[in-house]
């Protein structure tokens, strides 16, 4: 099994920048890429951005390319997302998915979830 734990969240103004962190245990061997998405209330978690632990690769959702960064530490077994120009839409809990097979931007093809931490954008 993997383990995940989300820290960094919190409020911040329009235009801020916040730092989430991801710490991967357990069988972290098996793990292919770690994600992360995030959900309002009401709709579907969204894939925001993804990093692979095996070989090299990133990916991003259109709407915060520029604005968000995320990086990992294979030693330490994290991945970060750096999030800069913060807007109101971005309010959501965000969680960090473990996925063991192949990079997707699909909720349901990660099998390992974190708890979730809040992030809220003010005006």
């Known amino acids: 099994q993997v383990q995940l734990v989300e820290s960094g969240g919190g409020s911040v103004q329009a235009g801020g920048s916040l730092r989430l962190s991801c710490a991967a245990s357990?069988?972290?061997?098996?793990?292919?890429?770690i994600s992360w998405f995030r959900q309002v209330p009401g709709k579907e978690r969204d894939f925001v951005a993804g990093?692979?632990?095996?070989?090299?690769?990133?990916h991003y959702q259109d709407s915060v390319k520029g604005r968000f960064t995320v990086s990992r530490d294979t030693v330490e077994n994290m991945v970060y997302l750096q999030m800069n120009s913060l807007q109101r839409e971005d309010t959501a809990v965000y969680y960090c998915?473990?996925?063991?097979?192949?990079?997707?931007?699909?909720?349901?093809?990660?099998?390992?979830w974190g708890q979730g931490t809040q992030v809220t954008v003010s005006s």
């Open positions: 998915a473990a996925g063991t097979v192949r990079f997707t931007t699909s909720a349901s093809d990660y099998g390992y």
């Open positions: 357990g069988r972290t061997s098996i793990v292919y890429v």
């Open positions: 990093i692979r632990m095996i070989g090299e690769g990133t």
